[in-house]
Nanobody, 122 residues
Framework: VQLVESGGGSVQPGDSLRLSCRNS????????MGWFRQAPGEERELVGT????????YYGDSVKGRFTVSTDNAEGTVHLQMNSLKFEDTAIYYC????????????????WGRGTQVTVSS
């Protein structure tokens, strides 16, 4: 399994950005996929995770109403649409996946991408 993120970059406050993640390694049937983020000096924080068979999504409180997680099950990809970006959204965004669980805790996810940097600045 090799999760590969794409779509990060530098934007201004209020802008939008879309991240994508796909598994470029061994084919695997995941139970859940999603996104966490980590800002400098901070712990990893839930952004949004989705249970693939039901579409149930957990969002972090700080992104509710602004970010949307979606999947393309046929492609095995997960996306993160980020709108109304704020300075505090600056972080490395990690794609995650797990074969057995759908939780809000980062340590429950067995597979992680390398991360993609999102920087919000004026």
């Amino acid at each position: 399994v090799q999760l590969v993120e794409s779509g990060g970059g530098s934007v201004q406050p209020g802008d939008s950005l879309r991240l994508s993640c796909r598994n470029s390694g061994r084919a695997e049937s995941f139970y859940a996929m999603g996104w966490f983020r980590q800002a400098p000096g901070e712990e990893r924080e839930l952004v949004g995770t989705v249970r693939l068979n039901t579409g149930t999504i957990y969002y972090g409180d700080s992104v509710k109403g602004r970010f949307t997680v979606s999947t393309d099950n046929a492609e095995g990809t997960v996306h993160l649409q980020m709108n109304s970006l704020k300075f505090e959204d600056t972080a490395i965004y990690y794609c995650v996946a797990d074969r057995w669980r759908h939780t809000i805790l980062p340590h429950d996810y067995d597979y992680w991408g390398r991360g993609t940097q999102v920087t919000v600045s004026s």
